[in-house]
């Protein structure tokens, strides 16, 4: 390894280590670790805070128009390919099934270009996920059968890029000239788009859907016992906690939900970049619901421990919401950016450290990027008809966040249209760097 890797590698240790509380290379990997060395795409989910280190020690850089003419807006944070899907606005309160982002444990006030170029950065790393596992480099449980099946070529993945652009820039000129379009969602899909089958699978797992008792996340998780409706067993997935402290959280976390809780658990390993973080299944429903037919009165609440958003470390004067506890934070850009926000969200101080208080949708549903991109025919339009829906819910998110004007949408929709080829050339680059940041923890571990 040359001294420039062992630099590297010292970075990477370093920004894990200050998030995570765990070094890699030392020591068994925890679980995020070993998902993130899974592959390079898990390793850039996991890793936001190397991105946004990069960004501000120069190793990776936005175009100027992006940084000297956009005003700041509230941005995801995260922004990748994975952390899009379908949800039903108002939470599990609603019935509305819309496609839009749908993790914003990082979101914050910010750049919309981190938002852009971390999303393309992804789109190069899916494609690259999608060869591996054709190739065999890589694993998924996502994809039973991958006999005859093929990734998008260069040229494909390089025209997705330019249209995830296109169509960002286009819905900023839209809103630009009617405001009134900042309150369209995305929430059909015509026969023919990669979207469309996960669609009519989010509204068969929603109230009053085919499938809402087996497939919805509260009846995939959820049974009719002597006991009344309690959490499966799931061993590896769900922890049953002892009297003392089930009682403890059913007091403290009982004034912020609508009904009774029913159950407790823990829930583990979920996610990739918060997979470390505590968090807690809750119940909620009648008191003495028993039965299968009472779960559409019912939902789920997770509470989960909140951490500083990823851009916040390196990036913490752009504006004073960002000084906010984290989970208020999280809280305020959600309730700002969605069309109609979750019923069901608040932040809770507890055990001296900040919880997310949210619902669990029932119809939530997305697609990992190998299947977004792995097809017998038509790859390439597959990945570019799941981006261009993309990039129009996020130029969507961001213009909610100011409605005072259009100031925004004018001067990101020109940055944009003058930026696109220099922020798609870095957003490539940096995939290869990532490619290698991967390969580098992936030696740490070896080391140990």
């Avoid at 390079?40 to 992006?66: C, I, M, N, V, W």
């Avoid at 750049?111 to 190069?124: C, E, K, P, Q, Y």
């Avoid at 009053?208 to 590896?236: H, I």
């Avoid at 969507?396 to 696109?420: I, K, N, P, Y």
């Amino acid at each position: 390894m040359t001294q420039i890797d062992k630099d590297r590698a010292d970075r990477i240790a370093h920004e894990l280590h200050r998030v995570d509380g765990a070094r890699p290379g030392v020591g068994e990997p925890d679980r995020k670790h070993a998902k993130m060395a899974a592959d390079p795409f898990h390793f850039f989910r996991g890793s936001a805070q190397l991105f946004y280190a990069d960004l501000k020690e120069g190793t990776l850089s936005l175009p100027g128009p992006l940084v000297e003419t956009v005003t700041p807006t509230a941005v995801i944070g995260d922004c990748h390919m994975a952390n899009f899907g379908f949800m039903t606005e108002k939470g599990s309160h609603g019935s509305t099934i819309i496609f839009a982002p749908d993790d914003f444990d990082d979101a914050c006030i910010g750049t919309a270009g981190w938002d852009l170029l971390r999303f393309l950065v992804s789109i190069f790393l899916a494609v690259d996920l999608s060869r591996g596992v054709v190739e065999g480099r890589y694993a998924t449980e996502e994809v039973d059968d991958l006999s005859g099946l093929k990734a998008p070529s260069e040229a494909e993945t390089l025209e997705a890029a330019h249209a995830f652009l296109k169509r960002y820039r286009k819905t900023s000129r839209k809103i630009s000239r009617d405001p009134g379009k900042r309150r369209e969602v995305l929430s059909s899909f015509p026969r023919h788009h990669v979207l469309c089958p996960t669609m009519k699978k989010a509204r068969k797992r929603a109230i009053g859907g085919k499938k809402f008792e087996t497939k919805s996340k509260l009846g995939k998780a959820v049974e009719a016992t002597s006991e009344g409706l309690r959490f499966r067993n799931r061993p590896g997935r769900y922890k049953r906690l002892d009297a003392a402290m089930a009682a403890q959280i059913r007091s403290v976390f009982r004034p912020y939900v609508d009904d009774e809780i029913l159950d407790i658990v823990e829930r583990l390993g979920a996610g990739t970049g918060s997979v470390n973080v505590d968090r807690y299944y809750l119940l909620v429903g009648p008191k003495g619901a028993s039965t299968v037919a009472e779960l559409p009165m019912c939902h789920l609440v997770e509470v989960k421990q909140q951490r500083t958003a990823a851009p916040l470390a390196h990036f913490p004067d752009i504006d004073p919401r960002n000084t906010l506890e984290p989970a208020h934070l999280t809280v305020a850009v959600q309730q700002l950016v969605q069309r109609e926000p979750d019923l069901l969200l608040d932040e809770v101080t507890w055990q001296g450290v900040q919880w997310l208080v949210r619902s669990r949708h029932h119809a939530k549903v997305s697609l990992e990027p190998e299947e977004v991109c792995l097809a017998r025919k038509h790859s390439g339009r597959r990945l570019r008809q799941y981006v261009e829906a993309c990039g129009e819910a996020l130029a969507l998110t961001h213009a909610r966040a100011d409605t005072r004007s259009t100031r925004f949408e004018v001067a990101v929709a020109a940055a944009v249209g003058q930026s696109a080829e220099a922020l798609i050339e870095t957003a490539e680059a940096y995939a290869g760097r990532t490619l290698a940041d991967w390969g580098l923890l992936n030696h740490l571990h070896q080391a140990e």
